[in-house]
């Protein structure tokens, strides 16, 4: 069974920092890519960011450029490092692959989703 689980997300003040982890299971992802979105709302999801298989190559929405970092490590967990947050970056946050193929910002791409989690940054 595959399965992608969110943890991380809270409340935080404005000019804080989260951390929000994603564990895969059921697949081997490490051999693609993933991706983190978000959903405010009242608004559709949207991309975050995406790292590649090796974890070498990222790509970052120009909302969260230099602020958000993403990683993963070689246990099939993706990370996503947010700082200096917003209260524009409230939000669900969902983890999202793995990645076949296609442009890393269309929801569609991506063949598992995870349940997501809660961020609300207060300012």
């Known amino acids: 069974q595959v399965q992608l689980v969110e943890s991380g997300g809270g409340l935080v003040q404005a000019g804080g920092s989260l951390r929000l982890s994603c564990a895969a299971s059921?697949?081997?992802?490490?051999?693609?890519?993933m991706g983190w979105f978000r959903q405010a709302p009242g608004k559709e999801r949207e991309f975050v960011a995406t790292i590649s298989l090796s974890g070498s190559s990222t790509v970052y929405d120009g909302s969260v450029q230099g602020r958000f970092t993403i990683s993963r490590d070689a246990k099939n967990t993706v990370y996503l490092q947010m700082n200096s947050l917003k209260p524009e970056d409230t939000a669900i946050y969902y983890c999202a692959g793995p990645r076949y193929s296609g442009s890393y910002y269309y929801t569609g791409n991506y063949a598992y989703w995870g349940q997501g989690t809660q961020v609300t940054v207060s300012s």
């Open positions: 059921g697949h081997t992802f490490s051999s693609y890519a």
